[in-house]
């Protein structure tokens, strides 16, 4: 599945990285000297560029023992392997030993994409075999007719099974065995383990030594060479082994992705060879070995792809063996297992445990993921995705969303070509660019129906259309073969009459279908029939004018002035298309905004959710709007994504380039559309989207513009993860320091203590902030009383209501307010204080020097308390009001609360809200108090607050039997009606 055992430095060099390369272990030992033979084992130099060091004294086992060291002190997690071959070596100087130390250590390498999951693993931990099966290339069945289910008719076997002997084998001569399976079903993976568990004599004993090489490696090079060279420069201490000198008798060749080589058994065009050092064409070696003239007691294991099987002539091969994937669950959760527990402790081991019950629970319900599950490759997608959404932590990198997906298509596709070109001037084509072309041509127009599963007439009629020549159609059959059943997968929809119905296809995974659409807009490969007819029409006209300008140069004192004219003209067309192109350039980023922020698509959940739900499932009945209709979401964050520095870059390893100018282009036409749109106010769960899209966009200069034009920003009732936090704390990270936001609406997001701290560069920055509802406890006191005693803090008002602080934070809070100078209203509304707590609070308010209001309401607090809380108030310089009601406060405690804050003096009174009445008078903030309660009455206890409004009734009815005046009479009855509605209204919530 990951090709990531592809590089081996030359001998005397020191790898330095290309922007955007996968660098892994080599990026750590960089500094590291590497012998001559050393070279590289599998893949091409596409991304590392080797540069000449000082060469040092390290030959032999000094350079072994410095190596060892090294790796040791890097990566102690693949020592095991290395320390077991050591002990069990009779001589360190043996070749095959040293032959063993070199492979396990290069073989342990991972790429780069593995750091995500927060540390190194050695490849034992993660392996996890799958399905096997013995059978010969005619039970292989294309993915768009249906995969042949795996039953008793073929014998499954492990990997140490494949060179078992079977009746009538000659033990004298080797068995040739070739590996074959479509694209993510993991034979490098599979490979890779083999070779390891030789290094470390778990498996294949019967072989001395395993020779492992790169088809892609041998079809590159171009001069002759004898196998014993080619093995020499591989590997240096093998140059002169006598397994290699016409006896190959225990010795096992590995030819990895054979699809890659063109391999000829006639014996016209490859003539035979039973000599080592006689030089061949690579092409030539692997041939002759497979026919068994060139040591022919060496065994060979081939993996290939299906499309390549007709490449070995079927009677130089023993064994056919199919890699058929996850083919249970239960292979599947052993996977997830080895990628989201290993190394996971406390609380983030427990929430890994929680993530895998679910995952397992949405697999045996058989659903899409279940599908996609079954190549091993998608496995790995489902891990990384989970680990970005549930396991962000700002102090280590951070990837996106789109820069997974782009790198897990590196990983299975990178430098991947559909088919050597034939000819010397035919182009090579990309596969991916192919895919672009194809899959993600069905994907946009899939899209634009809000469709996600398509017959079979219809993926033909995308895939084949516009074929004609021979070799599109070769290339055509290759991909349909190798590469459909990768990105699309079978579903089969139920008939009315409940029997089976049509049978449909789908992408392997939603997202899939809307990054490939994505990338099909992105690159432009989405034109009208002017567009094309001018890009055809400027690359001709371009090339004609080029080839005429020397022609034109010599004949020009003889032609007269007007040719020259028609010659300028046809000279200008190409600039005329590179505007028109522009253009077009524009039109992608107009795309791209009008998607963000379709009306259709309100209301939904954010993208982030809906991302998790396609892995985890939906708990609960799918919601109304979700079931009407599809909603891509995904689809304009993966355009804004890919446009990206970083992404550009993995593309362009991919054989996909999007130029900087087209980038410049929809940017501008971009920012204009989103400047516009973002002056809308938008739905929470819309914000978030935007906020994600911009994340993803990672281009900082346009963020700071686009979010500096922003004041207030709601997110309430949003469920902020730690990923979330972090992307909103990215956005804003990007906006100039003097930046300051008016409000800022967390209510009801599920925030935790960490959370805050995620947050803390944002909240900041904002003159108000709502925190109530979010479960936040004492902890989270600590984490408020740092930001609001912060020189740079800008909170004026926050609002902590409903979240259990209880007594025991009271210390943080009134340390908080003693030292802050910019807060101005503080709201505690049902925070569990306590007498306790407000006593606390009470003994450092004298100390505050801008607190304006507080509100304490709802905090069970008692007479004796509450008077204490208005002689601090009133001492207070600048507080002016306090609210107290719906606390434990008896009648007399009311009135006393009222005379004591009214003072003797204009400079000590404090406005009380204590009741809705004042004595015989109507509290002239009624309203605001009964709009406190009818706000906040859903996340209360109901019987308390009933009781509550059944006090405020009893003292309305009394103040209104008291009075005299008829108006004020009117006023109480009126607002009685109003608190007896909202007492019918509980009452009516609890009863249903």
């Known amino acids: 599945m990951l090709q990531c055992w592809r590089h081996v430095p030359r001998a005397g060099t020191q790898w330095t990285s290309r922007a955007g390369g996968d660098r892994g272990f080599l990026e750590t030992a960089r500094t590291s000297r590497v012998t001559k033979g050393t070279e590289r084992l599998f893949g091409s130099s596409r991304v590392y560029q080797a540069q000449p060091v000082k060469r040092e004294a390290r030959t032999g086992s000094s350079w072994l023992r410095y190596s060892g060291r090294l790796w040791e002190k890097r990566f102690p997690v693949c020592v095991s ?92 001569q080797g068995q040739n065995v070739v590996l074959y399976g479509a694209v993510g079903t993991g034979k490098s993976t599979v490979v890779r383990k083999l070779v390891l568990d030789w290094c470390s004599g778990s498996t294949l004993a019967q072989f001395e030594l395993v020779v492992p090489l790169s088809c892609e490696d041998l079809s590159l090079q171009g001069r002759p060479t004898s196998l014993q060279a080619l093995v020499g420069r591989l590997y240096r201490h093998l140059h ?101 527990l290993q ?145 699309l997968a079978r579903c089969v929809q139920s008939s009315p009459a409940g029997g089976m119905g049509e049978i449909l296809y789908v992408f392997t995974v939603p997202a899939m279908q809307e990054y490939l659409a994505a990338l099909y807009v992105v690159l432009g490969e989405k034109k009208t029939v002017l567009e094309k007819l001018g890009k055809g029409a400027s690359e001709v006209i371009g090339q004609a004018s080029d080839d005429l300008t020397t022609l034109l140069n010599a004949l020009s004192k003889f032609l007269p002035l007007r040719v020259f004219a028609a010659f300028n003209l046809l000279k200008m067309f190409p600039r005329l298309y590179s505007r028109i192109s522009g253009h077009g350039s524009g039109k992608i980023g107009k795309t791209m905004a009008s998607e963000m922020f379709k009306m259709e698509d309100q209301f939904n959940e954010d993208v982030l ?121 990215a956005g804003l990270a990007c906006t100039p320091p003097r930046h300051v936001l008016k409000s800022l609406d967390l209510s009801s997001c599920s925030l935790t203590p960490e959370s805050l701290d995620t947050l803390r560069p944002v909240l900041l920055r904002c003159r108000t902030v709502n925190l109530q509802c979010n479960n936040l406890g004492p902890e989270a006191c600590d984490h408020l009383r740092s ?115 009214l003072g003797c003096s204009e400079r000590g009174r404090v406005k009380v809200l204590a009741s809705i009445t004042q004595g015989d008078e109507l509290s002239e903030d009624w309203e605001l108090i009964l709009n406190n309660i009818r706000s906040h009455a859903t996340s209360w206890n109901r019987e308390r607050i009933r009781d509550n409004l059944q006090r405020f009734l009893q003292e309305l009815k009394g103040a209104r039997q008291q009075s005299r005046c008829l108006g004020k009479k009117l006023s109480f009855w009126r607002v009685q009606r109003q608190v007896a509605e909202e007492i019918r209204k509980l009452e009516k919530g609890t009863s249903s």
């Not at 993915?143 to 795996?150: D, K, V």
């Not at 989207?689 to 309430?716: I, K, M």
């Not at 740079?792 to 007594?807: G, I, R, T």
């Not at 306090?882 to 434990?888: G, Q, R, S, T």
């Open 81 to 172: 392997q290395n320390r077991l071959l050591t002990s069990s070596s009779s001589s360190p100087s043996d070749p095959v030993e040293i032959h063993k130390r070199k492979l396990a250590l290069w073989f342990s390498h991972l790429p780069n994409e593995e750091k995500q999951f927060g540390g190194l693993f050695s490849p034992d931990s993660m392996h996890v075999e799958p399905l096997i099966l013995e059978g010969a290339p005619g039970e292989h069945v294309n993915p768009l007719t249906g995969w042949e289910s795996p039953g008793s008719v073929r014998r499954s076997l492990a990997v140490g099974e494949l060179f078992d002997p079977d009746p009538g084998w000659d033990p004298e």
């Open 787 to 901: 930001l609001l005693i912060d020189s740079a803090c800008a909170v004026q008002s926050l609002h902590l209501c409903d979240n259990p602080l209880s007594e025991s934070s009271a210390c943080s809070l009134a340390q908080a307010l003693s030292e802050s100078r910019c807060l101005r209203h503080l709201s505690l509304m049902n925070t569990g204080l306590g007498d306790g707590g407000a006593r606390e609070l009470a003994s450092r308010l004298g100390g505050n020097q801008g607190l304006e209001e507080i509100n304490m309401a709802y905090n069970s607090i008692g007479d004796n308390v509450a008077l204490q809380l208005i002689d601090a108030c009133r001492a207070n310089p600048t507080l002016n009001t306090i609210h107290l009601y719906l606390n434990e406060l008896s009648e007399s405690g009311k009135h006393s609360l009222h005379s004591r804050g």
């Open 343 to 487: 190394q996971a402790e406390g609380q983030s081991g427990r929430d890994a445990r929680e993530l895998l019950e679910m995952l397992y629970l949405n697999l045996q319900r058989k659903s899409q993921i279940a599908a996609a599950c079954f190549l091993p490759s998608y496995c790995w997608l489902t891990c990384a995705t989970l680990h970005f959404l549930h396991f962000t932590d700002a102090r280590a990198p951070i990837r996106t969303l789109t820069g997974i997906y782009t790198s897990f298509l590196r990983l299975n596709f990178g430098g991947e070509i559909l088919e050597a070109a034939r000819g010397p001037n035919q182009q090579s084509i990309s596969l991916m660019h192919y895919v672009a072309k194809t899959m993600g041509k069905l994907a946009y127009e899939g899209i634009t129906c809000k469709r996600t599963s398509f017959t079979k007439e219809e993926v033909m009629e995308k895939i084949g259309k516009g074929d004609d020549s021979d070799e599109e159609l070769r290339q055509l059959a290759i991909f349909r073969t190798d590469v459909l059943g990768f990105f």
């Open 240 to 340: 002169h082994s006598a397994h290699l000198q016409g006896d190959g008798r225990g010795v096992l060749f590995i030819f990895n992705g054979m699809e890659k080589m063109r391999l000829n058994f006639s014996i016209a065009a490859t003539e035979l060879c039973s000599n080592p050092e006689e030089p061949l064409h690579p092409g030539g070696i692997a041939v002759n070995l497979l026919r068994k003239y060139l040591l022919p007691e060496a065994s060979i294991l081939v993996t290939t792809r299906p499309s390549a099987l007709d490449k070995i002539p079927s009677k130089y091969v023993d064994r056919y063996a199919e890699i058929c994937g996850f083919t249970n669950i239960d292979q599947q959760r052993a996977y997830f297992t080895s990628r989201l």
């Open 609 to 729: 959710d809906q991302v998790e739900q396609s892995v985890l499932g939906v708990q609960g009945p799918t919601p109304l709007e979700r079931q009407e209709q599809e909603s891509f979401e995904l689809f304009p964050i993966f355009m804004g994504g890919l446009l990206s520095h970083g992404n550009r870059v993995l593309l362009d390893q991919l054989g996909i380039s999007i130029r900087t100018t087209a980038v410049v282009q929809i940017t501008s036409t971009l920012k204009r559309h989103l400047l516009q749109n973002s002056q809308k106010k938008m739905p929470p769960e819309e914000l978030m989207d935007f906020l994600f899209f911009l994340y993803e966009f990672q281009n900082q200069r346009f963020t700071a513009e686009v979010l500096g034009s922003l004041s207030a920003l709601n997110l309430s009732r949003v469920r902020m993860t730690p990923l979330k936090c972090f992307v909103l704390a």
